[in-house]
C-alpha cells in the first residue's frame, strides 16, 4: 500500500526548532519530487516546500526561505522538514505529499498525502 | 508568485444538484491546473489533474475544464459524500499556489 506518515510534530516556542519526518512506503521513493504542503487551523492550503528526487533541488515559500530546511534520506525512504526560528504563524498542520508524476522541480499534482503533524508556536 | 482565485467561498445545494466551481489564475497557467477535495479532518485528495483529466477511482460526476486563466470544476450530480472544501492547485510556475478554497454544503 502507498503510504506516507508524518510525525515530529509538537508544541514549541516562537524561536524554537522541530524537525519533521515523513516515512514513505509501498513506491519507488527516489522517483518522485516531495513537498511539505501546511494548513493553518480553520485556513487553506499553503504549499511550503519542494525537494527533487535524489535530493539535489529544492525550492520554498518566501514564508520560510532562510528558516525551514527540507531533505531527504533515499536510504531510508524518509522526507525532512528542519524549522528553525519558527514563529506563530508558522502554527498549522504539515502535510507530506507525493508529486504524482516527475521527479524533478517543475511542478505536479500531490497524488499521496500523508495524514499530517500538528506544529504549534507557543509561548 | 500566481495568485489562484476560487468562487464562491462557500454554496449550498441539494442532492441531485449540478454544481459549479470556478478558478481564476493571475496570469496564463496553461492546463497546469489541478483540484483536490478536503472533507473534514482528512488530508486533501486529486480530483483533477492538468486542467481536465479525472485521477484513477474519482467518480465519473466529477469533471473540469478550462486553460489559460479560467477553469471549473463541475459536479454533475451532487452526492450527501461530496461535502468538503474544494481547492485548486497551479503548478505552471513555483511556488505552487492553491485558491482559497470553496466549502460545500447540502442545502
Known amino acids: 500500500e502507498v503510504q506516507l506518515v508524518e510525525f515530529g510534530g509538537d508544541l514549541v516556542q516562537p524561536g524554537g526548532s522541530l524537525r519533521l519526518s515523513c516515512a514513505a512506503s509501498?513506491?519507488?521513493?527516489?522517483?518522485?519530487?516531495m513537498s511539505w504542503v501546511r494548513q493553518a487551523p480553520g485556513k487553506g492550503l499553503e504549499w511550503v516546500s519542494v525537494?527533487?528526487?535524489?535530493?539535489?533541488?529544492?525550492n520554498y515559500a518566501d514564508s520560510v526561505k532562510g528558516r525551514f530546511t527540507i531533505s531527504r534520506d533515499n536510504s531510508k525512504n524518509t522526507l525532512f522538514l528542519q524549522m528553525n526560528s519558527l514563529r506563530a504563524e508558522d502554527t498549522a498542520l504539515y502535510y507530506c505529499?507525493?508529486?504524482?508524476?516527475?521527479?524533478?522541480?517543475?511542478?505536479?499534482?500531490?497524488?499521496?498525502w500523508g495524514q499530517g503533524t500538528m506544529v504549534t508556536v507557543s509561548s | 508568485d500566481i495568485q489562484m482565485t476560487q468562487s464562491p467561498s462557500s454554496l449550498s445545494a441539494s442532492v441531485g444538484d449540478r454544481v459549479t466551481i470556478t478558478c481564476q489564475a493571475s496570469?496564463?497557467?496553461?492546463?497546469?491546473l489541478n483540484w483536490y477535495q478536503q472533507k473534514p479532518g482528512k488530508a486533501p485528495k486529486v480530483l483533477i489533474y492538468?486542467?481536465?483529466n479525472l485521477q484513477t477511482g474519482v467518480p465519473s460526476r466529477f469533471s473540469g475544464s478550462g486553460s489559460g486563466t479560467n477553469f471549473t470544476l463541475t459536479i454533475s450530480s451532487l452526492q450527501p459524500e461530496d461535502i468538503a472544501t474544494y481547492y485548486c492547485?497551479?503548478?505552471?510556475?513555483?511556488?505552487?499556489?492553491f485558491g482559497q478554497g470553496t466549502k460545500l454544503e447540502i442545502k
Open positions: 496570469q496564463d497557467i496553461s492546463k497546469c
Open positions: 505529499a507525493k508529486s504524482a508524476e516527475t521527479a524533478g522541480l517543475r511542478g505536479d499534482a500531490f497524488d499521496i
Open positions: 509501498g513506491f519507488t521513493f527516489s522517483s518522485y519530487a
Open positions: 492547485q497551479q503548478y505552471d510556475n513555483l511556488p505552487v499556489t
Open positions: 525537494v527533487s528526487g535524489l535530493g539535489g533541488n529544492t
Open positions: 492538468d486542467a481536465s
